[in-house]
């Protein structure tokens, strides 16, 4: 089953539609479940034409994202304005809605936004720790994050105007993640939707592992000393297959085992 979108673009897939609202639900537990975020703060987005989106927004029942069901995940515009009519009373987009769109402007490639308060990173970011490939194959996406470079925004405002978007989409420039002092982080992914959820949610373990760990060592007293460029080298690129598909089926399992038995629909 087909329907014909907004602004004149090919038919939706309803099928494929659908499944996408899940798969943003079902990220927001992931967050949750693992510890990304805490109780109603944070949110995912992707794209579904050049200047629609689906988002996890709010309604009058909110209880946090542990709890998302299909419901809280919305089509907006680029500009927060509904698209599709629905049964979602009361719903609104997040307040830091620019932070999605801003990106989806600026990066056409992207088609996935996560935004994520995790503990560790808002720690070390306000610590000042470095962003620095502590690990080798103990965690290879996080060595690779990290010698590749971690952009870092330097402000910990409420990003819920364009104005403050820009500047840490900027910040974002062409890398899959940025840090917010003293706030958390942002990742995006690329490509079908549905895998740069999956992507994105991934990126942000990643780091938070990272940040984990390189409190850990801050803690201690010792220096932080990267990887050699020696085994940063033998770092192989294990590709999507596993670095995101094998473990997207991993924690959409814990996400039904560890959670809440609400039902998605």
Partial sequence: MTDRVPGG????????YEALRERVAVACRVLAVTGLVEHILGHVS??????RLLV???GPRER????TVVDDVQEVDLDGRRTVDSSADGWAPPNELPLHTEILRARPDVTAVVHAHPPAVVAASVAGLPWLPLVGSYDIPAARLARD???VWPRSALIRRRDLAAPMTAALGDRPVVVLRGHGLVTVG??????????AVTLALAVNSLAKTTLSVA???APLHPVSDEDLAELPDLGPSFTTTTMWHHLQARATHEGPRTPLR
């Avoid at 690329?190 to 992507?199: E, F, I, N, W």
Wanted: proline share 8%; aromatic share 2%.
């Fill in 190 to 199: 690329t490509g079908a939707p549905a895998d740069a959820v999956a992507t």
């Fill in 56 to 58: 996890r927004g709010r």
């Fill in 46 to 51: 992707a794209r579904v034409g050049a200047e």
């Fill in 9 to 16: 673009e090919a038919p939706r897939d309803e099928h494929g």
């Fill in 64 to 67: 946090g994202l542990a709890f």
């Fill in 219 to 221: 803690a201690t007293g």
């Fill in 149 to 151: 470079g971690i952009p």
